[in-house]
């Protein structure tokens, strides 16, 4: 009877532990699908300072001088219709006016650049805990498509007038009408009149999400860009995707 009773009570206690043992998985796979002991709260809030903090760090160094002009990634070259002119001109021996006139765009979209920061602020704001979750999980250009999604319009607004402004105080105008006036005045040539402003404004906006892109990469791969606890906590979240 002894025997019985310490085997009924081998096998309770067995069975005791392996409900404890299965509750414990259960319950570690629940937290991990719930995002660990982050929130949903936290989950939007660190995404959100990884935004901030990336998007700042582009922005800032697109808008130092040569941020676009010396950084071959952005460097904005001339459309197709100008580029015929600036070989002409290479060819007569003003390659000097050629290259001011490169300068010159670059130097508007390194101005234009300055408004973004303000717009990226307001929409990774308006970022909804649902797109933050959706993004952390998801492509690793996810931030970037949201920002685009979300910023082109008003960042095109911004950017357009400043750079029409920009392009007259850095005496683009000037150039740029130099520069066309002489290669319309030459024989045989197709005359043009491109809009430089639509042209830059375009390509400042491709340079900036751009950029965003290599950043979001970094801040998805590098572990040494998760500067806080929070942020570590929700992208270890990521690398188990």
């Known amino acids: 009877m002894k025997k019985i ?8 206690a067995v069975s005791t532990g392996a409900n404890a043992q299965l509750k414990d998985l259960v319950g570690k796979g629940k937290e991990m699908l719930s995002g660990g002991s982050l929130s949903n709260a ?8 990884a935004l901030n903090n990336g998007v700042t760090r582009e922005v800032t160094k697109l808008t130092a001088e ?12 001339l459309p197709p219709e100008l580029q015929k ?3 002409k ?3 007569m021996g003003m390659s000097s006016l050629a290259d001011e006139g490169i300068k010159v765009l670059n130097r508007a979209a390194e101005d234009a650049v300055k408004e973004a920061t303000p717009i990226f602020v307001d929409a990774i704001t308006k970022m909804t805990i649902t797109d933050a979750k959706k993004i952390l999980m998801g492509a690793d250009n996810s931030a970037t498509s949201y920002l685009q999604k979300t910023t082109t319009t008003p960042l095109y607004g ?9 392009l007259d105080k850095v005496g683009a105008d000037a150039v740029w009408e130099k520069i066309i006036s002489k290669y319309n005045s030459l024989p045989l040539v197709t005359k043009v009149n491109p809009d430089l402003t639509d042209y830059v404004t375009n390509k400042a906006l491709d340079g900036v999400f751009k950029m965003i892109t290599v950043e979001e990469k970094n801040i998805r791969t590098n572990l040494s860009s998760r500067t806080s606890d929070l942020l570590k906590k929700a992208f270890a979240l990521q690398d188990k995707k």
């Open 42 to 49: 936290d989950i939007g809030k660190a995404l959100k300072e």
């Open 66 to 77: 040569d941020g676009f002009y010396k950084n071959e990634a952005v460097k904005i070259l």
């Open 89 to 91: 001109l290479r060819q």
């Open 5 to 12: 009773l310490f085997a009924l009570f081998i096998i309770t």
């Open 158 to 166: 911004k950017f357009s007038p400043v750079v029409k402004t920009s």
């Open 85 to 87: 002119v600036d070989k």
